[in-house]
């Protein structure tokens, strides 16, 4: 529980966190901006990570604190990010007709061939709107992975998604983050991020039932 507490706390309140890691560490501190970016997209057990609200904070405080500069910070967390995504795609790449047997209750082959029916028929569009998705972000590239979606596809929608990605959460951190209103109610603008980030799954599932009760409906017209 008090894990659960530090974590929710962290997450809305890294604006704290982060000036107190750049005081006490100084430059590495783009060295742990650069490991949490990739571990959060890079491995599948890790989705729990604060990956948006951490690039809109670590881009405020880039305008405010002279000794931390987004120009710097930018491409950094840019390369975590592809390289995250990579690495998630390699593991699931690998481990995943491996781990995907009748013999396992919860990782049937029947699954691992719906996966790769998925990813030739929606793959780079998935890959890219993941990015700005939490958690969704994290598995979106194992299961491609595990889906054998084509590598030489995979990495344009990585790295382009990842540019669109760190550039849009850092900048806007960067330019916006110095608001009186914004440096007043961070928690909140994170919350709103949060929910932000889930409106494209929430409007693409809609809109696939939309499509789909229109066909039924056809068929039965039909009949």
Do not use: C
């Amino acid at each position: 529980m008090d894990t659960i507490k530090f974590i929710i706390d962290l997450v809305l309140h890294l604006d704290r966190y982060l000036n107190i890691i750049i005081t006490n560490y100084g430059t590495w501190t783009y060295l742990i901006l650069f490991v949490v970016v990739f571990i959060e997209t890079g491995l599948v057990v890790t989705p729990f990570l604060p990956g948006d609200s951490l690039l809109f904070a670590a881009g405020a405080l880039a305008a405010v604190v002279p000794s931390f500069n987004v120009w710097i910070l930018l491409p950094l967390v840019f390369l975590a990010a592809v390289l995250g995504d990579t690495v998630n795609y390699s593991i699931g790449h690998y481990i995943g007709p491996r781990v995907f047997t009748d013999d396992i209750r919860f990782l049937k082959r029947e699954y691992l061939l719906r996966a790769q029916h998925f990813y030739e028929k929606h793959g780079g569009k998935t890959i890219f709107l993941a990015r700005f998705i939490p958690i969704i972000r994290t598995f979106a590239p194992f299961v491609a992975g595990v889906g054998k979606m084509r590598y030489g596809y995979f990495i344009g929608f990585n790295v382009f998604g990842a540019l669109g990605w760190t550039s849009l959460m850092t900048l806007g951190g960067y330019f916006f983050g110095r608001t009186k209103f914004i440096s007043q109610n961070f928690s909140l603008v994170v919350v709103a991020i949060i929910v932000i980030s889930f409106i494209p799954p929430v409007v693409e599932v809609l809109k696939n039932r939309k499509q789909a009760k229109a066909s039924l409906e056809s068929e039965t017209e039909e009949l």
